[in-house]
């Protein structure tokens, strides 16, 4: 069996990141006779320099015919004042393939926890999801628009697109500690009054499922307080994106984390939660994790190549567990030598 993967490497590190992650893609076909047909596309900042537009329609052509897509990262100053921003692509690539349910697991094992800013029996042990719902609210909502002296965004949200979000978080929460923590500012905003109110429904269809409401105020300080008590968090677009970046550093880096992206059918979009890191781009410091981990989510939730993701996350944690640690977690290991490391493990040990 063949595997069609769209790439999209993007720009920044995005690229760096990418050849981390098709590298060991690449060694996990060799030890497990696994076959991968990657096309590769230019996307965000390169779409707009290769064909005068962050989604060309040939990009999205081979992302909608894929088995999955990875994308490494989008944006940088070049593009900051152009009539289209690379993020622009970005947002109407989710549109498109209606990735609604985005995925952004935080994990800190107790090998690792050390290497986290706050205290280590703090993060010991934080283990959960943010389920960020994706292609709705103030991102896309119309009106909008600014000039000198005004501007407008707009938040909307439907019960149709609040429960098939809430549906997703209950799901995932059953397969884990049974709880989800909804997040939302229901004490002012109107779309968070009907996003409580949803939520509440599903919840009664999860009699096994404990449901919390927390407002994302509180919510971005108990993240940092009492990071174990959460299991699957559900929270709407713009917040999903602030308090997930918060969780990342729980970590020790935003560079860690990976995140899945799905629709209701078709192809996964797979992808690091951070951006193109302009100030570190081309100096081979990057943090491949968040690309490997993205990934062995690939293959674990769009090809069911369960054991050669189990693998892949094992490489990848003795490398960090052997001291290989790039800059941002306080090491000195390139990009490229980390990613060489685990293609070592990966391929047992050569
Ligand atoms: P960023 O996420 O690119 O970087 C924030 C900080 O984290 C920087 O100091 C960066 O060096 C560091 N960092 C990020 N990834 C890292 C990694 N893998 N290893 C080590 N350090 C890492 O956010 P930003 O600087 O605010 O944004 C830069 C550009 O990226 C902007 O154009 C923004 O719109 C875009 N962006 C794109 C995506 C995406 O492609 N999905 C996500 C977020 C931001
Ligand atoms: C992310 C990014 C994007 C978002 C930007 C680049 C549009 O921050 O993937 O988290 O806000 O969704
Ligand atoms: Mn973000």
Redesign the pocket.
């Known amino acids: 069996m063949t595997y069609h993967i769209t790439a999209l490497p993007g720009d920044g590190i995005g690229p760096e990141i990418m050849a981390s992650g098709l590298e060991v893609l690449e060694a996990l076909a060799q030890k497990f006779q696994l076959d991968f047909k990657i096309e590769t596309h230019p996307f965000g900042g390169a779409g707009i320099d290769a064909l005068s537009d962050p989604l060309p329609e040939t990009t999205l052509a081979a992302c909608q015919k894929a088995d999955a897509i990875l994308l490494g990262a ?2 940088g100053p070049k593009w900051d004042n152009a009539s289209k921003r ?2 622009q692509g ?2 109407a690539l ?1 549109k498109a393939l209606g990735l609604f349910a ?1 995925i952004r697991p935080i994990q800190v094992p107790n090998t690792i926890a050390h290497l986290s800013p706050l205290k280590k029996e703090i993060v010991e042990g934080t283990d959960f999801i943010v389920v960020r719902e ?1 292609t709705g609210g103030i ?1 896309f909502g119309e009106p909008k628009h600014w000039d000198e002296n005004s501007a407008v965004d707009t938040l909307t949200y439907t019960a149709q697109e609040i429960e098939r979000i809430a549906v997703q978080a209950f799901n995932l929460a059953k397969t884990r500690r049974n709880k989800v923590t909804s997040v939302d500012k229901a004490n002012v905003l109107a779309s968070s009054k009907l996003w409580r109110q949803v939520v509440e429904r599903v919840a009664t269809r999860y009699p096994e499922v404990t449901l919390e409401h927390l407002y994302v105020d509180a919510a971005a300080m108990i993240l940092i307080q009492r990071p174990t008590t959460f299991d699957v968090i559900v929270t709407e ?2 917040f999903g ?1 602030i308090l ?2 918060e969780a990342s550093v729980i970590t020790g880096s935003l560079g860690m984390l990976p ?1 899945a992206s799905h629709p209701e059918s078709g192809p996964s979009l797979y ?1 690091p ?3 193109s890191a302009p100030d570190i781009a081309g100096q081979n410091i990057a943090n491949p994790m968040s690309m490997i981990s993205s990934v062995s989510m690939m293959l674990r939730q769009s090809l069911q190549l369960f054991e050669a993701a189990d693998y892949l996350d094992k490489a990848a944690s003795e490398t960090m567990e052997a001291g290989f640690l790039t800059k941002d977690l306080g090491g000195n290991t390139s990009t490229t030598d980390f990613t060489k490391e685990v293609k070592k493990r990966v391929k047992g040990g050569e």
């Open positions: 989008i944006g690379p993020e970005l947002l989710r985005n994706l991102y677009n713009m994106d997930s970046d995140s992808e939660i951070h951006g």
